[in-house]
């Protein structure tokens, strides 16, 4: 009986020698390195690059004259989702933007603006329209648009020539500056 208690314990003994075997060859043959190592960059002692200087805005009124109307309405195409263009259609989960540039801001009957949109007040200028595409929650405090901005200037001006465009009687374009 004593014997076969010693293989027993040899047997035991001689898997758990074999399993760290195994983990020792596997880690010799696949070598891994951490994807961010830890630790940070010090600095070198040079000279930091100087920043470029920052380019001074353009006007929305020069980006409203070269603006395509053509492209803008290719850009609102993912707008089409939420909201109709069209004169009398009705809203969608935004609403229509048909006759929206000189227009009172949540002023579309039978659409649910939010309390932020409903206080905002005034008419859709040009500017607030620039503003509010650029980021919508930034313009309006807790508006129902889920659309996180556009931070191209010039696609945001054609989006605006475009929707200019969608009026019985287009408001004029400001002066160019």
């Known amino acids: 009986m ?13 898997a758990i020698l074999f399993a760290l075997f195994l983990g020792v060859f596997s880690n010799a043959l696949v070598v891994s390195t951490p994807a961010n190592p830890p630790g940070f960059d010090l600095p070198s002692g040079a000279e930091p690059a100087k920043k ?6 353009v006007p929305l009124s020069q980006l409203l004259a070269k603006a395509d109307p053509e492209k803008g309405k290719a850009l609102t195409k993912v707008c089409a989702t939420c ?24 002023s579309m009957e039978g659409f649910s603006y939010s309390d932020g949109m409903k206080a905002k007040g005034g008419n859709w ?27 191209s200037a ?6 605006i020539a475009y929707l200019r465009t969608l009026s019985d009687n287009p408001v004029p374009l400001p002066a160019a500056k």
Do not use: C, Q, W
């Not at 470029?52 to 805005?57: D, F, L, M, S």
């Not at 010039?154 to 989006?159: H, S, T, V, Y």
């Open 83 to 106: 909201h109709s263009f069209d004169k009398g259609a009705p809203a969608k989960v935004g609403p229509n933007l048909y006759g929206v540039v000189g227009r009172p801001k949540g």
């Open 52 to 57: 470029a200087a920052p380019v001074a805005a």
């Open 2 to 14: 004593l014997l076969f208690d010693y293989r027993v314990y040899g047997a035991l003994f001689g």
């Open 154 to 159: 010039e696609k945001r001006a054609d989006i």
């Open 125 to 151: 200028t040009f500017e607030d329209l620039n503003a509010f595409i650029t980021s919508p929650k930034t313009f309006v405090s807790g508006t129902k648009m889920g659309f996180g901005g556009e931070p």
